[in-house]
């Protein structure tokens, strides 16, 4: 290997680890990533799992959670691998596509690895079959170019297979992809046009009989996909766009295309804005003081590496030719990689998981970029050009990486705070697990998908279920009607008349078992968990189990005992009628200097003080309720009716 070949792939592997790996060890499993954990309570295999929708990524899903585990930071150094191998192989691509332009090539690669409008990144348990997918693609790109060199008939062979397992296999994880197969056959026109030199229109047949082998694998997966499988998921129902092309043909085709042009520019424009304000916009100073240091060392490397590579041959006479043939290589190429989005009706949006369509453009979208820089900009102002790109896309994805590494914190510790208060649920509960905005589960799968893993880990299960808490799902709940219910070939039944709801209104509340008997909430709480309260069943918690823990492979160590461990254990202790262990958790929190960041937090301890007698303690706890008059005024009422005798010691005056 070259010395400039070994310092353009540690290049490539820094810059990847810059804008992926600085808070990996904070993040953990996100939505979709646990169907792992579903598979394994459930005992319905990844593969049965997603035959529903995509066959092949079922397979590729269970092999690669059977060789990395459980351990959510295995999956995303992983995810990391993935993606960078991906840049060298279109390292290895774009130096056969555009010989001699070598720093172009790096650039491209750079702005390829460090893309900021693909968010998914931290969800690597999931979205590590995506990006391994496309690193497969773009190494199949690489190999039906390298095989034009080839002049040994077997090893052309031995070529076009490798490279053709690669297409059968790849369209199959994701659909989606299936646009980078017309970038293919571009990629093959362009290089044999540029190497004889001939009108595109002689050159055009030639590329087509080399494209043909893929061109065949191609479209047997479009008539299998479009015409024999039926996937039980209307999202990637290919049936649902052939009807709607047949019914308005002329108003789907300008709806298609007006989609089309928009993802587009949201694509290669609005990707390396549009993320980095909405996640700016409410980041701690600790993200974004870490996001700039990221950007400077990012930066540094960039001007360092060229520096030391000279620029790499792209001076020479044919330049300004080869940025031109990137932009229309790139443009064609980002239109071409998300038809197949637009046709099924897809729109990429920086929000609700739907940047991930912009994935299979992210290769065409640097090639134009690429091109548009070198076109446009001076050579003296190039490398700031790309290193400025490049320190906006490790900002935003420091940041991304920070709010997912938060929703995990918070949602980590609502697992930990489950079996603190509940050390077995009962078989048959429907727990309804509501969280504060920014923190809400997507899904009640996710919900139950964890809850198995903890208290019942074993198949064939779900033993609990759990739902999210929405207008829809309250009417289910006060109706108290079973459902059944099939996700994914997972059968189970959502029993409405054994709820046990819990919640976190805020941020900085613990988590809450709702107790329909006392009528006193957080002043935080959701209204929608007033509405269903009263069917929240406390006896769903047996108290005489024996304690469970998260597995730490998953959840990591048990947290530092803070307020909120001291709330649960009381919580528990008063289910139980231990109210002396009650009122000695409370004392023990306050004297290590703990405080409830909601008032309702106080209640078991105030409600202990005055059956023990403890007035000092009652009045002390009182006083915390003070600046919440609102739920002091609940808690006297529900203490009034419960100990009439004793509730004047703290809520003389209260009504």
């Known amino acids: 290997m070259k010395r400039s070949d070994f310092l353009v792939i540690l290049l490539l592997v820094l810059i990847s680890a810059l804008a992926y790996l600085p808070l990996v060890g904070e993040l953990g499993y996100y939505h979709d990533d646990w169907f792992p954990t579903m598979a394994r309570v459930s005992g319905v295999s990844l593969e049965t799992m997603h035959a529903v929708d995509r066959p092949m990524m079922g397979l590729l899903y269970q092999i690669t959670a059977s060789l990395l585990g459980e351990q959510p930071l295995v999956w995303h150094l992983y995810a990391w691998a993935a993606r960078t191998l991906g840049g060298l192989a279109l390292l290895w691509l774009l130096r056969q596509v555009f010989p001699g332009w070598n720093m172009a090539a790096v650039w491209m690669v750079v702005l390829y690895l460090v893309y900021p409008g693909f968010l998914q990144q931290p969800s690597a348990n999931n979205y590590q079959n995506h990006i391994f997918a496309y690193s497969i693609a773009i190494l199949s790109l690489a190999l039906s170019i390298f095989a034009l060199n080839v002049r040994r008939i077997a090893l052309r062979g031995l070529i076009y297979l490798a490279a053709g397992g690669m297409v059968y296999f790849y369209p199959r994880v994701y659909e989606a992809l299936i646009g980078l197969e017309a970038l293919r056959l571009v990629l093959l026109t362009y290089v044999l046009w540029r190497r004889s030199g001939g009108s595109l229109w002689v050159v055009a047949p030639r590329a087509v009989v080399w494209f043909l082998p893929y061109a065949l694998i191609t479209a047997q997966f479009l008539y299998w996909r479009l015409f024999r499988f039926e996937s039980l998921r209307a999202g990637v129902d290919a049936k649902e766009l052939i009807e709607g092309l047949r019914a308005d043909p002329g108003g789907q085709a300008v709806q298609i295309l007006l989609g089309l042009f928009q993802d587009v520019w949201e694509t290669v424009i609005g990707a390396w804005v549009i993320p980095l304000y909405q996640l700016g916009l409410n980041a701690p100073v600790r993200a974004l003081l870490l996001a700039g240091v990221v950007a400077v060392l990012a930066v540094t490397l960039l001007v360092f590496f060229h520096c030391r590579l000279g620029g790499q041959g792209d001076d020479s006479p044919v330049e300004d030719t080869r940025s031109h043939d990137a932009i229309w290589l790139g443009a064609v190429g980002v239109g071409l990689t998300l038809l197949p989005a637009a046709l099924s009706g897809r729109e990429v949006q920086f929000r609700l998981f739907l940047d991930r369509y912009t994935y299979a453009a992210i290769v065409p979208t640097a090639l134009l970029l690429g091109g548009l820089l070198y076109a446009a900009v001076r050579p003296r102002w190039r490398t700031a050009a790309f290193c400025a790109l490049t320190g906006l896309a490790a900002v935003t994805h420091l940041l991304n990486a920070a709010a997912y590494a938060d929703v995990w914190q918070v949602q980590r510790s609502f697992y930990w705070q489950m079996t603190w208060r509940a050390p077995q649920i009962a078989p048959g509960t429907l727990v309804f697990a509501h969280m504060p905005q920014g923190y809400r589960f997507t899904e009640g799968q996710v919900i139950w ?50 709820i046990l709801i819990v919640s976190q209104p805020s941020a900085n509340s613990c988590l809450q078992v709702i107790e329909p008997e006392n009528g006193v909430f957080s002043p935080f709480e959701d209204q929608l968990v007033r509405e269903i309260a009263a069917v929240s069943d406390l006896g769903r918690i047996l108290t005489g189990a024996a304690a469970v823990e998260p597995p730490p492979v998953i959840f990591g160590s048990q947290p530092q005992p803070d307020w909120c461990y001291h709330y649960q254990r009381a919580g528990l202790a008063r289910q139980q009628g231990d109210w002396r262990e009650v009122l000695r958790l409370g004392t023990q929190a306050l004297d290590a200097g703990r405080h409830a960041a909601d008032p309702v937090e106080w209640l078991p301890f105030l409600e202990a003080s005055l059956i023990l007698g403890e007035t000092e303690m009652a009045q002390r706890y009182a006083a915390e309720l003070q600046p919440f008059p609102s739920t002091y005024a609940e808690i006297c009422q529900y203490l009034q009716r419960n100990y009439p005798q004793r509730a004047g010691w703290v809520c003389a005056g209260q009504s």
């Not at 903890?454 to 006060?478: E, K, S, W």
């Not at 079973?482 to 996700?487: A, L």
């Open 449 to 498: 998908a964890a809850l198995n893993r903890i208290y019942h880990p074993n198949p064939p299960g779900p033993v609990i279920t759990a739902q999210v808490l929405n207008r829809d799902t309250v009417g289910n709940a006060l109706a108290g009607l079973p459902e059944e219910r099939e996700n994914r070939n997972i059968k189970h039944v959502l029993n409405y008349d054994h």
